[in-house]
């Protein structure tokens, strides 16, 4: 009986190590497509969404538009990091099946990030300021970091 509760926990915890490496290889992706983005793209100032006004509207009006922006790398950017924002909400999910504190905290952790980083996106798309995209770096780096200690975590 013990064997069995002690090999599904061990197979929880496989499950949530495998989808913590994709997420960290989602998140790689990420990192360079937005590194691309930042380098090689000028995204227009005078936008849906843009400017000055009420934060949460332009906000979601700027990642509207983006996905309408006729740029391909910002399409794609936003585009992983909704599946990046699926992909935490499954991890704490994976987490809490597998039943270890750390994992959960590690996993909530990391998914906070990535909101926070999305939160950033649509604050660079809304005000076109620099401190948005180095934020959304700081996001990707405590990300990155959790599911690291994720991978690491022993039965």
Known sequence: MI????????????VL???SATTLVVLVVQFLVGVSLNLYVTIPTHHPGAGSGPYLSGAVSGVLWSFTSGLPLLVVHVGIG???LLSGIELVIHSVRAGRR??????AVGLTAIIFAGFN???FLKYNLNISSMLMSVGFAVAV?????I???SA
């Open 82 to 84: 909704v599946v990046l």
């Open 102 to 107: 750390a994992a959960i905290w590690l996993a």
């Open 121 to 123: 996106g649509a604050s």
């Open 151 to 153: 991978l690491g975590l």
């Open 17 to 19: 190590r495998r989808r």
């Open 3 to 14: 064997g069995a509760v002690t090999g599904e926990i061990d197979r929880r915890l496989g």
């Open 145 to 149: 970091v959790c599911y690291v200690v």
